[in-house]
C-alpha cells in the first residue's frame, strides 16, 4: 500500500462515508493520484473543495502534492 | 413559415412579487459589523462526547477560508466588542450563516442555535459590550433533503466561511417581509381558490409598490395597506379547524452517527428554549427517552433548563418510548421495554409519564402495538406515514381508532400532510383539504418545525404563526401541544372509525430485508437478552445478585438500535459499523452474564422436542455458519437437557433418479434436484406439498430508485437473473441423527453454498446457506410453490399472528406485494399445509401458492457496500397436517430460533402453560418483585391458575389489580408481579 493510498484508506475514507459519500482510491501514476467519487460524492456541487482537503492532507503526510484525477460514477449505480 | 414557439421572458407580476419579498428579506439586516477576530479548530467527534482533533491549535478564520470538513466538528472562537454605534440598541444579534449545525455559546452560557434554517440568534446583554463566542459546529449533511434553499448554496463538507457579524434587524421591513412571505406563499401554494388568490396577487402586489428599495421607505404603509386590505377583509372565510403543534424530528442515526445526535438534540432543545423565551405562546413537542437523557448527561444545565420549562408547559416530553422505534421488526418484548424505559424515564425526571406514542417517521406498525399501547399508559397514536408515503392506496383516515390484534383499541391520529412544515397558509390549507375525517368534530393536526437531523421551530414560523389567525381563508388555527391536542380531541363522544390490523406502509418494503446482519443479530439477541435475564432472575431466587444494572445498558443498547433509520438498514456505513459493535458488546455480555459453564438447559418454557442445535466451538456441525451439535433426548421446559445416545441405525435412503436425488427420510420423501430445490415432498401418507418451484433460489434485478435501501419496487419480478450451478448437488455427512447434502450455486460475483439438511423422524428440512454476497442492486429471494390452495397466509408477528391475503384482487393486496413477517409464514388448507421458519429473515412475498422469503438485497444509497459480504443463515421448509396451530409451527420456529444454553441450574418446575409463552422473567425495575411476562400465541382464551394470589401489572409495572387466576383472550400479554419467595416457593420447590 501506498503512502497515498494508506491516507486515502485510512485517514479521507471513514470521514468521507460518514457524510454518506464515498471516494476511492484507484491507483496512481508519478504525481497523479487517481480517486472515484461515488455516492453522495458523486453528485456533490463542492466536491472539489474536499478534493483540495484531501490534496492538502496527502502533501501534508508524505511531503509530496498529488495532482488528483476524479471520477465520478453515476448516482445510484455500481459498476 | 414554420411555427416559431415564443418563450416568454418578460416578468409577470407574480415575479415581480416575488423577486421584491427577497429584496425585502435582504433588507432585514440593518446595522452591521463583521467580527474579524475567529478561530477555527477542527477535529471529528469520535464518541458522544469525545474529539480527535486535526489541527494541534486554532487558526484564524476569515471570511472567504474553507472550513468544515467531512464528518467534520469545528471549534470556532471569537471575543469582539459591539461596536459604539449598536450601543443602545433594543436587540442585537450574531449573524453566521452556514450549512452547518453550531451550538453557541455566549460569555459561557448556551444561549442559541444557528443551523441551515437560521442564520442569527439573539444575543443577551453583556457588560462593556463584550462578547465572547464559542460555537461547536457539526457539518449537516443530509444530502436530500434541503427544505430552506438559502442553505443549499452553501451546503458541502467543506464550506467557505461567510463571516460572522453583529446585527440588528430593520424592524420595518422584517415585519413586512413576514407579512409578504405569508401571502406570497397563499399566491404561490395554489390551495387557495381562484378568488381569494386573485385578491391576493393584486394586493401584495400594490404594497410591494408602496416601498421605496432604495431608500428603505415606504415599509409602514405597506403593512398598513395589507393590514387593510388583507388582513382585515373578512369576505373570504375558511372552514374548518387545524390544531398547530410544533415538534422537530430526529433521527438517531441516519446520514449521521449515533454520538452526533447529541449535539443535534441539544442544538434543538437550546433554539426551541430560547424561542420560548421570546415567544409564550410556543409549546413544543420533544419525544424520544434516549434524547433526553444525552441531553442531561451531557448537558445538564440545558436539561435543568428544559425542566423548568416543562413545569411550564411550554416544553412537552412526548411519545413513551425509549427511541422512536421500527415498528415492524423488532419483538413484542423489545416494543414492550422502550414504553418501560420510556415512561419509567418520563416520569422519573419529569413527574409523569406519557400518553401518546409519537411516531411521525416509522415505516409502518405492527398490529401487536396497539396492546402494548395500552399497557403502558398511552391512550394516543400519533403518525404521518401511511397518509402522506402510502404508494398505492390513499390511507382512508386520519382521526379513527386502532384495533390491534388482540382487540386492544387506542385512539390514531394520521395527520393528512409531513411533519416537517413551516406552519405556511398552503401547509395548513392543503392538510385541511386532504383531511379525511372533517366530520368527525375532531379538527386535523398539523405538525409544524425543521426535523430529521432536528432544527425545530424557527423564528421565522413563530412570526407566521403570530399571523395565521388574522388569515380569513384559513381554517380555524389553534396553537396547541400534541397532549393537549390530543386528550381535547379524542374524546368518547366522537364516532370514530376503526381501523382493524396493522398499520401498514405501502412503501419502504425493502426495509425488512436490507442489512440482513442487523436482523440476525437482533433476532438472536432479543432472545439471548430473554435467556440471559430468566437466568439471572432464577440464580437471584436461588440467592445470587441480580445484575439488574447490566442488563438494562444491554436492553438500551439493543433498544437504540432498533430506531427506525437503524434497524431497518436506511443509513450509511458508519451506522452500520457501530450497530454491529453494540451488537457484538451485547453477545459478550450476555454471555458473561450466562457464564461459561453448565449443563445445556433448555430456557424455552415447553419441552423441546426432536433436535435442539447446541453452539460449541468443537462441535461436528457448521449450522449457519456456526459450530456445535444437535441434541436430542429429554428437553423439558425450563431445565437442563438429558441427552439421548447417538443413534447409529439406519434412518435414510437416497436413490438417484433423473429428476434428482429422492431423499426417504421414513417421514418424508423428498426429491431434490441438483440445485437444492425440491420437486416433490410426500408425506408418509403420500399427501404431495409441492407444486411448481420450491425453495429455489431466485435473483431479481432491484433497483427502485432515490430510495434504495428503503424500497422495493412492485415490478422487481420483472428481470430475473440467472444462477448457475457450480456444484451439484452431493451427499456432504450423514449419521444416524442428521443427514447433510450440499450444493453451490453462483452468479459470476457471488456464491451460494447450500446445505441441505435432513432430520431423523422430522418433518421438516432445513436450507443452511452460507453466501458469499458481491452483487449490485439485486433481491435474492428464496421461493416455494405450495400445493395448497388457501386465501390467505398466516404470518408470524412475534406475538401472535396475522392472516395475509393470497389474492391480488384490489390496490390494497397489490400493495402488500411484500410483508413484514418474523420467525414464521404458513400457508394452510384444511388437512395441511407448508411453514417456513427462519432464523433472521422478514421479508416475505405471498400470492397464490408462492411464499417467497426475502434473503438479502444488494442496494447502494445510503450505503455502497450494503450487504455486500459473507452471510449465514437459513429456514426450515415444513410440510404439516393441519393448520399452523395444530401442527406447533410457532413453537418450532421458537426452537429453531433459540439454541440451548448452558447454566448449572437444577430444573424448574414450570406448570404447562399451554399456548402462553414466558416472554419475560425478571427481576422488577424497583428491585422487589419477580416479573412474569406471558404472551398468548395461538389465538386462543383460557385460564391459568396460579398456587397464590399475583399482582397483576401493567407493561410499564404500574398494579392492575390482583389475581390466582390469570385469565387471557387471543394473543393477549399478561403480566403478573410474584414475591421472590412466592416464585422460589412455585418454581423451584
Known amino acids: 500500500m501506498t503512502r497515498w493510498e494508506e491516507y486515502l484508506r485510512e485517514r479521507v475514507a471513514p470521514r468521507v462515508r460518514a457524510d454518506g459519500g464515498w ?37 501534508k503526510r508524505t511531503g509530496v502534492r ?14 | 413559415m414554420a411555427h416559431v414557439k415564443v418563450i416568454r421572458r418578460s416578468m409577470l407580476p407574480d415575479e415581480w412579487t416575488a423577486v421584491r419579498v427577497r429584496w425585502l428579506r435582504a433588507m432585514m439586516i440593518g446595522r452591521s459589523a463583521e467580527i474579524t477576530s475567529w478561530t477555527v479548530q477542527e477535529g471529528r467527534q469520535t464518541g458522544d462526547d469525545t474529539y480527535e482533533m486535526d489541527d494541534e491549535a486554532p487558526r484564524p478564520l476569515r471570511r472567504g477560508d474553507e472550513y468544515f470538513t467531512p464528518d467534520g466538528t469545528a471549534f470556532l472562537r471569537a471575543e469582539a466588542v459591539l461596536p459604539p454605534e449598536f450601543r443602545g440598541e433594543k436587540e442585537v444579534r450574531l449573524r453566521l450563516a452556514t450549512a452547518a449545525e453550531m451550538l453557541v455559546r455566549v460569555n459561557g452560557r448556551l444561549t442559541g442555535g444557528i443551523d441551515p434554517n437560521r442564520d442569527t440568534l439573539v444575543l443577551p446583554p453583556a457588560e462593556d459590550g463584550r462578547y465572547l463566542f464559542e460555537i461547536e459546529g457539526y457539518n449537516r449533511s443530509k444530502p436530500d433533503d434541503d427544505r430552506n434553499e438559502d442553505a443549499i448554496r452553501l451546503k458541502g463538507c467543506r464550506q467557505v466561511f461567510q463571516g460572522g457579524f453583529f446585527v440588528t434587524l430593520n424592524e420595518d421591513a422584517a415585519e413586512l417581509y413576514w407579512d409578504a412571505n405569508l401571502f406570497l406563499n397563499i399566491l404561490r ?32 404603509e405597506a403593512r398598513e395597506y395589507l393590514r387593510r386590505e388583507l388582513y382585515e377583509n373578512r369576505r373570504y372565510r375558511g372552514a374548518g379547524g387545524v390544531a398547530l403543534v410544533a415538534h422537530s424530528h430526529l433521527d438517531i442515526a441516519y446520514y449521521w452517527r449515533r454520538h452526533h445526535a447529541v449535539q443535534k438534540n441539544a442544538r434543538t432543545c437550546l433554539i426551541q428554549l430560547e424561542l420560548m423565551d421570546r415567544y409564550p405562546a410556543l409549546r413544543y413537542t420533544h419525544t424520544q427517552a434516549y434524547l433526553f437523557e444525552t441531553l442531561e448527561k451531557y448537558y445538564p444545565e440545558l436539561f435543568e433548563r428544559v425542566r423548568e420549562k416543562v413545569k411550564t408547559g411550554q416544553f412537552e416530553p412526548a411519545g413513551g418510548m425509549y427511541v422512536e422505534s421500527d415498528c415492524n421488526l423488532p419483538g413484542a418484548e423489545s416494543l414492550i421495554r422502550q414504553f418501560l424505559y420510556g415512561q419509567l ?8 409519564a406519557c400518553t401518546n406514542c409519537w411516531l411521525p417517521d416509522v415505516f409502518g406498525n405492527s398490529a401487536v402495538l ?34 390491534g390484534l388482540d382487540g386492544s383499541e387506542v385512539y390514531a391520529c394520521v395527520p393528512p400532510t409531513h411533519f416537517i412544515t413551516a406552519a405556511l397558509p398552503t401547509e395548513i390549507m392543503e392538510n385541511w383539504n386532504a383531511y379525511q375525517d372533517k366530520d368527525s368534530g375532531i379538527d386535523t393536526l398539523c405538525m409544524y418545525g425543521y426535523g430529521d437531523g432536528g432544527s425545530g421551530v424557527t423564528e421565522e414560523m413563530m412570526k407566521t404563526v403570530e399571523r395565521l389567525g388574522r388569515v380569513s381563508a384559513l381554517p380555524e388555527i389553534r396553537v396547541t401541544g400534541g397532549e393537549e391536542y390530543l386528550k381535547q380531541s379524542f374524546t368518547p363522544d366522537k364516532k370514530l ?75 450509511i456505513r458508519p451506522v452500520y459499523e457501530d450497530a454491529m459493535a453494540d451488537y457484538a458488546k451485547i453477545g459478550a455480555d450476555c454471555a458473561a452474564l450466562l457464564g461459561p459453564g453448565g449443563a445445556p438447559w433448555n430456557t424455552l418454557p415447553f419441552a423441546r422436542e426432536g433436535f435442539a442445535f447446541l453452539p460449541d466451538p468443537a462441535g461436528e456441525e457448521l449450522h449457519c455458519g456456526e459450530r456445535g451439535s444437535f441434541l436430542r433426548g429429554e428437553m423439558p421446559a425450563l431445565s437442563p437437557v438429558r441427552p439421548a445416545p447417538a443413534r447409529t441405525d ?203 422469503l426475502s434473503l438479502l438485497r444488494a442496494t447502494c444509497r445510503p450505503d455502497l457496500l450494503s450487504d455486500r459480504g459473507e452471510h449465514t443463515f437459513g429456514y426450515l421448509t415444513v410440510f404439516h397436517d393441519g393448520g399452523a396451530v395444530e401442527a406447533g409451527i410457532n413453537r418450532l420456529a421458537l426452537e429453531y430460533n433459540t439454541p440451548l444454553r448452558r447454566c448449572e441450574l437444577p430444573a424448574v418446575r414450570w406448570p404447562d402453560t399451554g399456548s402462553l409463552f414466558l416472554q419475560s422473567l425478571k427481576q422488577s425495575e424497583d428491585g422487589r418483585s419477580v416479573i412474569l411476562r406471558l404472551t398468548e400465541q395461538d389465538g386462543r382464551r383460557g385460564e391459568l391458575k396460579l398456587p397464590f394470589p399475583a399482582r397483576l401489572l401493567t407493561l410499564t409495572e404500574d398494579e392492575a389489580g390482583e389475581t390466582d387466576t390469570l385469565a387471557y383472550g387471543p394473543f393477549e400479554i399478561v403480566t403478573a408481579a410474584l414475591t421472590p419467595e412466592q416464585a422460589r416457593a412455585w418454581l423451584f420447590g
Open chain 1, 23 to 59: 471516494l476511492d482510491y484507484d491507483g496512481e501514476e508519478g504525481r497523479t493520484l487517481r480517486l472515484t467519487a461515488k455516492g453522495e460524492c458523486a453528485r456533490c456541487a463542492a466536491l472539489d473543495r474536499c478534493l483540495k482537503w484531501v490534496a492538502d492532507g496527502a502533501e
Open chain 1, 66 to 79: 498529488p495532482e488528483l484525477s476524479v471520477t465520478r460514477e453515476p448516482f445510484l449505480w455500481r459498476k
Open chain 2, 189 to 220: 401554494g395554489g390551495a387557495f381558490d381562484e378568488d381569494y388568490t386573485a385578491l391576493v396577487s393584486d394586493r401584495l402586489y400594490h404594497a410591494l409598490s408602496l416601498v421605496d428599495y432604495e431608500s428603505r421607505t415606504g415599509l409602514k
Open chain 2, 345 to 352: 424515564y418520563f416520569r422519573s425526571r419529569f413527574g409523569r
Open chain 2, 370 to 403: 396497539p396492546q402494548i399501547l395500552k399497557k403502558s399508559g398511552i391512550e394516543y397514536f400519533v403518525s404521518n406515514k401511511m397518509s402522506t408515503w402510502n404508494d398505492t392506496n390513499r390511507f382512508p383516515h386520519n382521526s379513527f381508532l386502532w384495533r
Open chain 2, 497 to 571: 372509525a376503526v381501523w382493524d390490523g396493522e398499520l401498514y406502509l405501502e412503501m419502504h418494503r425493502g426495509t425488512f430485508t436490507t442489512k440482513a446482519d442487523l436482523k440476525k443479530n437482533n433476532r438472536r439477541l432479543e432472545l439471548l437478552l430473554r435467556d440471559a435475564e430468566l437466568i439471572s432472575a432464577l440464580r437471584w431466587l436461588r440467592g445470587s445478585e441480580y445484575p439488574a444494572r447490566e442488563l438494562r445498558a444491554a436492553w438500551k443498547t439493543l433498544l437504540i438500535n432498533q430506531f427506525h433509520d437503524i434497524l431497518p438498514g436506511s443509513h
Open chain 2, 650 to 852: 439406519a434412518w435414510l435412503r437416497t436413490e438417484k433418479t433423473q429428476a434428482g436425488l429422492l431423499v426417504d427420510t421414513g417421514c418424508l420423501r423428498v426429491l431434490v434436484t441438483e440445485d437444492g430445490s425440491f420437486a416433490s415432498v410426500k408425506d408418509a401418507g403420500g399427501r404431495e406439498y409441492v407444486r411448481g418451484a420450491f425453495n429455489v433460489l431466485r435473483l431479481f434485478r432491484d433497483v427502485p430508485g432515490n430510495y434504495d435501501a428503503w424500497d422495493i419496487l412492485p415490478t422487481y419480478r420483472e428481470t430475473e437473473l440467472p444462477l448457475t450451478v457450480r456444484a451439484p448437488l452431493r451427499p456432504e455427512k450423514a449419521d444416524g441423527e442428521t443427514a447433510v447434502f450440499l450444493c453451490e450455486l453462483a452468479t459470476e460475483k457471488s456464491v451460494f453454498t447450500r446445505r441441505i439438511r435432513f432430520f431423523r423422524g422430522q418433518r421438516f428440512v432445513e436450507t443452511d446457506y452460507t453466501v458469499s454476497w458481491r452483487e449490485d442492486h439485486v433481491l435474492a429471494k428464496a421461493e416455494f410453490e405450495c400445493n395448497v390452495r388457501a386465501p390467505y397466509a398466516l404470518c408470524d408477528l412475534g406475538a401472535g399472528f396475522l392472516p395475509r391475503e393470497t389474492n391480488r384482487n384490489t390496490g390494497w393486496q397489490q400493495a402488500r406485494f411484500e410483508v413484514c413477517h418474523h420467525k414464521w409464514v404458513d400457508l394452510s388448507e384444511t388437512g395441511g399445509g407448508v411453514a417456513v421458519v427462519n432464523n433472521g429473515r422478514y421479508g416475505v412475498g405471498i400470492q397464490d401458492n408462492r411464499l417467497s
